[in-house]
């Protein structure tokens, strides 16, 4: 495959750019200024970080070609990206819908631009401090937002509360939570875990390194206590699942997990006194939908999803093929030997514009062998960021994996799998996790080139 990319490519692009080192670095400082400019079009424009990430695998393709490097494509997880891209094709071309195939030709650019992550941008110690800072920045304008908009009833721009009681932050529908789980961990966690490893090398001197550690529990705190108060069931139980992963992971934060568990507690304990719309929203509807899974909303997207994946099991119908055939009446086959009855999906409570669930989106959309394929490109993804774990030399990499693990797994309730600013922030982890991992086993300056084989 590398050497059809190279023969296709090279006579094109060689000529012009092979003797100029100065194309390459304007090239890198053009996607270097895109990748700063990702995380604010995330929050605030769905067009413009689609744009920027689209920009930046444009870019990389040309990098390729101006430096010889197309090793990055022998990668497991690439083939595997190619392969549930071409799934994905095969099942939007059986629908029959032009929309479907036409926005499944656009899929390939999301991973490329984790590719473009991982061997190009990120490998960069530097790039990726600056990056962690401004994770943290934005998590900061979240957090003032979100308190903002609990004191005086709206937030800067003048949105209020969500309908349902949650808290909006810096945005007008309630994807605060969601957003600030991904900021948290690779923008916030390192800090912390900074900190706190500092004082277990440090504790002979002075006081300092006590006030720091009473800071960093204050912070960590603070930001669970925030995060609760948005009133988001599924991202509360993200942020508790990812900091416990990261106690299993790290001894020395086991520990300040229990204060924070016990602090967490407390503030869910008092939400009827300071959050009302919170703690209904948090606890009360939580309670109800565990207790009535089946025949709430969520329950029945479900099920529809189910119906549909094993209605249509080897080529599933398409990108898009959930919203569009959701109002459609659709019969499953009974499957005795797994237990599994005959099911029809609801057609009045069971649609959405999509099923809520990230590998429910991906088998109704390329059928259960795409949905294999994507959940063992997850596991080479996680695998990857696994065999690289070292805590006290690099607690970034460590963070990154656990919100990979947070973000990817199954039982969950999701935003829609293929569309930004979701995608986004997943393929910024997922090629961040892995450029922290290259960088963890090549120490030397050359790793940028050393993108082999996983």
Known sequence: MVSVFESFFDPLFTPFVASSSHFVKRLTGIALCCLFLLPLCLFYSRAGADILATLI?????????????????????????????????????????SRSWLQALCVPRVFLFVAALQCWLLPSKRTA????????????WLISQVWIQYFTGHNIMGHPRWADGALTGPFEKPRASSTFIMLFFPGIMPSIIRGLHHQQENHQHASSPWVNRLFSLIFLAFCVVTLILIGQRMSTLFMLGGLTLTALLIPFFRFPFLLITCVAGLFIAALPFVSPP????????????????GHSDYG??????????????????????FRRLCHETIHSPAFPWLGIPALQNDTHHGCNIHPHNYYLHVATSAGIPGLLVFCWLVLCWLWKGAKALNVSHNPRQAMLFVVCCVAFFPIAS???FFSFPTIGWLCLSVGWLLASSDTSQHTDNSQQKTCQRT
């Open 57 to 97: 695998g444009l870019l990389f393709l040309l990098y390729s070609v101006c430096t010889q490097q197309w090793k990055w494509i022998r990668q497991n997880w690439v083939e595997l990206a190619a392969l549930l891209c071409g799934l994905c094709l095969l099942s939007s071309f059986l629908s029959g819908v």
């Open 129 to 140: 401090l600056w990056l962690e800072r401004l994770f943290m920045l934005f998590a900061f």
């Open 278 to 293: 919170s703690y209904a929203k948090l606890v009360l509807k939580f309670i109800d939908q565990m207790q009535h899974f």
């Open 300 to 321: 029945l997207l479900f099920r529809s999803a189910t119906t549909m994946v094993l209605a249509h099991p080897w080529f599933g119908l398409g990108i898009d093929g």
């Open 414 to 416: 999701t935003s829609s």
